[in-house]
């Protein structure tokens, strides 16, 4: 496996402000996201690759891109290895898979995503 970018998150301040937008600009297809609708979290469902637009959490939050791989586990640690750091531990996303986040030696920030209809 070729680690890909495979997801990316859009934080904003007005999600459904900013669902409006994407689904506008881009003509995207933008749901609410299953099990996380009174959070205001909605799922990007056109094809190619998958996000989400999410509540911000902190002002200046960037886009933030996933590249799957086939164990987050094994590339934080390479990342770490080279300089890089890991920000967020592996989290499970239940019924999808797990993700990691980390940093890059410029602190430039990115998720690494591993697929596992059995997470939990």
Request: with cysteine; proline share 7%; hydrophobic share 40%.
């Amino acid at each position: 496996m070729i680690p890909t970018i495979t997801w990316f998150n859009i934080p904003a301040g007005d999600t459904e402000r900013a669902r409006a937008f994407y689904e506008k600009v881009f003509a995207w297809k933008v749901e609410p996201f299953p099990g996380m609708e009174e959070k205001g979290v909605f799922e990007i469902v056109t094809g190619g690759i998958g996000g989400e637009i999410l509540p911000r959490s902190h002002t200046g939050e960037p886009i933030t891109v996933f590249i799957g791989v086939s164990s987050v586990e094994e590339y934080a640690t390479r990342a770490a290895g080279f300089g890089g750091r890991v920000v967020v531990r592996k989290t499970a996303v239940p019924g999808r898979g797990y993700f990691v986040i980390c940093e890059d030696t410029e602190r430039n920030r990115f998720g690494l995503w591993e697929d596992d209809p059995q997470a939990g």
